[in-house]
């Protein structure tokens, strides 16, 4: 894997996105080092010429399941992959180019109600120092996650406590479900109507519109620069 090609400059600085992530996700056997990689790469975070990760989940009833379990949240996994690569001093932003809740082993209205659960998950995740910041925020996140209930985290934990996600796409916005039927998110293309999890991927960012991450729709024509906009409901 070439690193020069996952190096994306940003602004005007010289610092880099780096993803390393996908198919060396965490979700893959649990190895938060990515097959070792972010052992080599730890002095390129250390130094500030890369800002950030690309994590992905595709969360699924059977396989990556949201409920029961919190080694399947981003927050979680971000965490583990910091601490197992040395970069827990390291602040570092959270990429996101894909993630959903699968149609499988479950209804249409099933995953969008998941879908929603996913969408906190991934965009509530923090940068902080190790046992107290991210273990308030996973508390706090359980009446989501788990329906329980949660303490409140002190003054001293939410001054710590700042936001890592930069960027944050759910998959697949512009499949249809004719073609697509277990992470699409459309019904029909033109013109364009959401199926039930991309009406709640539409709410989310009506709801969030103004905050500073980018929580936004990924297309494999935009890897090209033949980018294409749609207009939600």
Not at 17 to 31: C, L, R
Not at 133 to 158: G, H, M
Not at 192 to 215: I, Q
């Amino acid at each position: 894997m070439g690193v020069r090609e996952g190096c994306q400059q940003i602004g005007a600085s010289s610092k880099c996105v780096v993803n390393p992530g996908g198919f060396m996700n965490a979700k893959s056997g649990g190895n938060y080092t990515m097959l070792g990689l972010c052992h080599g790469l730890a002095d390129a975070w250390k130094s500030g010429l890369f800002n950030g990760i690309d994590m992905h989940t595709e969360f699924d009833v059977e396989y990556e399941p949201l409920y029961g379990t919190r080694t399947n949240s981003m927050q979680f996994r971000f965490d583990q992959m910091r601490e197992r690569c040395g970069l827990e001093q390291v602040p570092m932003e959270l990429y996101t180019t894909e993630f959903g809740f699968k149609v499988r082993d479950t209804t249409r209205l099933g995953a969008a109600k998941s879908l929603l659960t996913a969408i906190v998950d991934q965009w509530t995740v923090v940068n902080a120092h190790p046992g107290t910041c991210s273990d308030a925020q996973s508390e706090l996140a359980r009446p989501v996650l788990d329906s329980v209930s949660a303490p409140v985290a002190t003054s001293n934990q939410t001054s710590i406590c700042t936001s890592s996600v930069r960027m944050s796409m759910p998959w697949n916005v512009f499949h249809n479900e004719s073609s697509d039927p277990m992470f699409a998110m459309a019904v029909s293309d033109s013109p364009y109507v959401p199926s039930p999890k991309g009406s709640v991927f539409w709410r989310a960012l009506n709801l969030t519109e103004g905050f500073p991450a980018t929580f936004g729709i990924e297309n494999e024509a935009w890897a090209n620069g033949q980018g294409e906009s749609i207009t939600g409901p």
